[in-house]
């Protein structure tokens, strides 16, 4: 190993850390990715198995599962998964024995989506109502739906149905606790890209650190691993990865060794049922690893 990465890898980033009844051997996790790799049914894929798999493999790995649709009423997004029926309850379950068989250890995010679904979808999947907690539609700056319809209120039976569904969602799931929470860093600018500075990094939720605390928390937004070794030497908190986590399967590997990561490819994010961009990002070379040196790619 180089002495950059020793220095690297001398950090609380990858001390152990209990979360509920499990235990991580490092904080680098993966944050909750929709990637539209799961069938129009809403099933995961094998090609969903093979990429939890790969982010799997340094053991001891805490991955956050991409949000998954806790009924149909509530869904509205081609190609994300739903835990709301048996088939999808096995495909999860064999992802879950995957992960679980290389050591490493994974959340299930449950979603409904509001004011986020396709209306159309909706419509098509069940004549369901495009629904959310308020009449108020996403805004012109919305990425996913610009200026899109405003949605009905929930009446309140409908909003009990609601707790129901993510309560039997949670119980299928075989996760009936909430075991971290899941906070997005405040950003510097609206670009997207840009990485929060060193001495701000993480200090935008403090707030809630202390609400939550001694719980683990669970910190995402822009970090690379300067910033994530910064922010759990000082709070000792997990750090979530998307992006680089998307480019690079052995994201924590390269982080503890220093090495270069894979750049992420944004036209692929969303590719429905495509390898590319999502399960052919290259492991860092072995001998490359064993030297500490930079990843080939
Ligand atoms: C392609 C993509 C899909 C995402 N899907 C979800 C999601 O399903 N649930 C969620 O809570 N956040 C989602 N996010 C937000 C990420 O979990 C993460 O908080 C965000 O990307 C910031 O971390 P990063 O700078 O390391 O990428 C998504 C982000 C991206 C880029």
């Known amino acids: 190993m180089s002495s950059n990465a020793a220095a690297a890898a001398d950090t609380a980033l990858f001390n152990p850390i209990r979360v509920g009844n499990i235990t991580l051997s490092h904080r680098v ?3 909750p990715l929709t990637r539209c790799r799961n069938t129009a049914e809403h099933v995961p894929t094998d090609l969903t198995l093979e990429h939890y798999v790969q982010r799997a493999s340094t053991p001891g790995t805490l991955l956050i599962t991409e949000a998954t649709i806790v009924h ?8 994300a ?9 096995q495909a999860w379950k064999k992802i879950v024995e995957a992960v679980h068989a290389r050591g490493s250890h994974i959340f299930l995010q449950l ?6 679904a396709d209306p159309a979808l909706l419509t098509s999947e069940g004549n369901y109502p495009y629904v959310a907690p308020s009449p108020i539609g996403l805004s012109e700056e919305s990425e996913h739906m610009p200026g899109g319809p405003t949605p009905r209120p929930l009446t309140i039976p409908e909003i009990r149905e609601y707790v129901t569904w993510f309560g039997d969602a949670a119980l299928r799931a075989a996760h009936p606790s909430l ?9 510097m600018d609206g ?4 990485f929060i500075s060193e001495s701000s ?27 994530a070794r910064y922010v759990a030497d000082r709070y000792g908190d997990i750090i979530a990865f998307g992006r680089h986590f998307i480019a690079n399967p052995d994201l924590p590997r390269r982080i503890k060794d220093d090495m270069e990561y894979n750049r992420y490819d944004r036209s692929t994010f969303y590719s429905v049922l495509e390898p590319k961009g999502y399960t052919d990002y290259p492991f860092a070379a072995v001998e490359a690893v064993r030297e500490g040196l ?3 790619s």
């Open 294 to 296: 930079v990843a080939a």
């Open 29 to 31: 996790a993966l944050a």
């Open 111 to 116: 979603w409904a989506l509001g004011r986020s």
């Open 191 to 194: 670009s997207g890209d840009a």
């Open 81 to 89: 998964p739903g835990i709301y029926n048996e088939e999808q309850v």
């Open 179 to 187: 075991a971290y929470l899941h906070f997005i860093e405040p950003r």
């Open 201 to 227: 990094a993480g200090s935008g939720n403090d707030f809630a650190r202390k609400i939550w605390a001694p719980r683990p928390f669970v910190s995402a937004g822009g970090y690379d691993g300067k910033t």
């Open 72 to 79: 149909p009423k509530a869904g509205g997004w081609a190609h």
